[in-house]
């Protein structure tokens, strides 16, 4: 299996700019987990996704970050506008009916 | 409402010598306990897991840890570090999703 696969694996933008962040599961898994990572906060679950729908959403910072999984394969994390503070690793997780998490390889956003 | 500590942040340690990370949770219940290994600019890595089978849980590259529900603890050990052990570990109770604030274990040669 090739695990979770996220893309792109570095991104940087500016201030402003919709960022979008891509993230393929492990087949036959049914749950999807969304992590920041920060130094200042350490690791933060933003949102979790089972067969699909988003059960927990409260770790979303704010209106600007929206997830959407339209299918068993894919989800995305969108931040619109991006702003600095956002700057951070993301990884999304999945496993299968919420146990034991398989993490990706994170996506290292900069934005400036 | 369930919380999980880990008592160190940062944990050194000599080449070949013991490692012990420390974690505490608080639940009513018996929760499923996790440990995760981060390395340098990766993801996280499965440990080892406690589901309330055993209470001695072996994981690989040599780690396990034991789950003692007197003491409210699930710490990690391994008998003798090795220089690739350096990481940042994580103790993880995944019914509720609760992430420790994780320890940073250094390797002196």
């Known amino acids: 299996d090739a695990g979770v696969i996220q893309s792109p694996r570095h991104e940087v933008t500016e201030m402003g700019q919709e960022v979008t962040l891509r993230c393929k599961p492990i087949?036959?898994?049914?749950?999807l987990f969304w992590y920041r990572q920060t130094m200042m906060r350490g690791l933060e679950l933003l949102i979790y996704?089972?067969?699909?729908?988003?059960?927990?959403d409260s770790g979303m910072p704010e209106d600007r970050f929206s997830a959407k999984m339209p299918n068993a394969s894919f989800s995305t994390l969108k931040i619109q506008p991006s702003e600095p503070r956002d700057s951070a690793v993301y990884f999304c997780?999945?496993?299968?009916?919420?146990?034991?998490?398989?993490f990706g390889p994170g996506t290292r956003l900069t934005v400036t | 409402a369930q919380s999980v500590t880990q008592l160190d942040s940062h944990v050194s340690v000599s080449e070949g010598t013991p490692v012990l990370l420390r974690c505490n949770y608080s639940?009513?219940?018996?929760?499923?306990l996790f440990w995760y290994v981060q390395h340098p600019n990766k993801g996280l890595q499965l440990l080892l897991k406690?589901?309330?089978?055993?209470?001695l849980v072996k994981g690989i590259n040599g780690f396990e840890a034991e789950f003692k529900k007197s003491e409210t603890s699930f710490h990690l050990t391994k008998p003798s570090a090795h220089m690739s052990d350096a990481a940042e570990y994580f103790c993880?109770?995944?019914?509720?999703?609760?992430f420790g604030k994780g320890t940073r274990l250094h390797i002196l040669p």
């Open positions: 639940s009513s219940y018996s929760p499923s």
């Open positions: 087949s036959g898994h049914n749950s």
């Open positions: 997780a999945s496993s299968l009916s919420g146990y034991e998490q398989y």
């Open positions: 406690y589901t309330s089978a055993a209470t």
């Open positions: 993880v109770a995944l019914d509720k999703i609760i």
């Open positions: 996704f089972n067969n699909n729908v988003p059960i927990d």
